[in-house]
Antibody, heavy 119, light 110 residues
Framework: QVQLMQSGAEVEKPGASVKVSCKAS????????LHWVRQAPGQGLEWLGW????????NYAEKFQGRVTMTGDTSINTAFMELSWLRYDDTAVYYC????????????WGQGTLVTVSS | QSALTQPPSASGSPGQSVTISCTGT?????????VSWYQQHPGKAPKLMIY???KRPSGVPDRFSGSKSGNTASLTVSGLQAEDEADYYC??????????FGTGTKVTVL
């Protein structure tokens, strides 16, 4: 069965960076784009961008360009999202989600990783 | 890219129907048939309920249906059940490999 298992909660200081991982299983890792979505406490969902694990190609939401980096390691079927220059309002649950090929939708989601930015 | 507009809340009694709107622009909702709907229970990850405007993934009850007219998409939940109480988010492809979510709607089963 398809599973996306994310790394544990993180606490970081303003100005620091955080790297969240998303390990895929139950399907061919290189066959599907992976997206990253975040949700601040009590707020809605916000799309950050995607990575094509096969080619390493990426596309980031304009708001996060210059601060976010998405990478993948095909040897361990794991995608990573690194957000730098953290601000207090980056406190959120970060999700990875698999794109259903050709449907521009996200059919499987990770369990989420809480990133807290606190001094 | 601005978030798609959804009503903050909607409600209905068990067995009734509730419809949630999702309003965007011709650059997102109106420009593509790539609207999805997600259900999210508190503390849980979102779950895909509808994609490509009106398609249901395997396992999603046929009480859930989607449609679109112009720049507005809609999700209808018929025969409301207690477990349908959740937050619902729409999402649309917005061109140039970008995506945008709706503001979210809290559905309450009275």
């Amino acid at each position: 069965q398809v599973q996306l298992m994310q790394s544990g909660a993180e606490v970081e200081k303003p100005g620091a960076s955080v790297k969240v991982s998303c390990k895929a299983s139950g399907y061919t890792f290189t066959g599907y784009y992976l997206h990253w979505v975040r949700q601040a406490p009590g707020q809605g969902l916000e799309w950050l961008g995607w990575i094509n694990p096969n080619t390493g190609g990426t596309n980031y939401a304009e708001k996060f360009q210059g601060r976010v980096t998405m990478t993948g390691d095909t040897s361990i079927n794991t995608a990573f999202m690194e957000l730098s220059w953290l601000r207090y309002d980056d406190t959120a649950v970060y999700y990875c989600a698999r794109e259903l090929t050709g449907a521009m939708t996200f059919d499987f989601w990770g369990q989420g990783t809480l990133v807290t930015v606190s001094s | 890219q601005s978030a798609l507009t959804q009503p903050p809340s909607a409600s209905g009694s068990p067995g009734q129907s509730v419809t949630i709107s999702c309003t965007g622009t011709s650059s997102d909702v109106g420009g593509y048939n790539y609207v999805s709907w997600y259900q999210q229970h508190p503390g849980k990850a979102p779950k895909l309920m509808i994609y490509d405007v009106s398609k249901r993934p395997s396992g999603v009850p046929d009480r859930f249906s989607g449609s679109k007219s112009g720049n507005t998409a809609s999700l209808t939940v018929s025969g409301l059940q207690a477990e349908d109480e959740a937050d619902y988010y729409c999402n649309s492809y917005a061109g140039s490999n970008n995506y945008v979510f709706g503001t979210g709607t809290k559905v309450t089963v009275l």
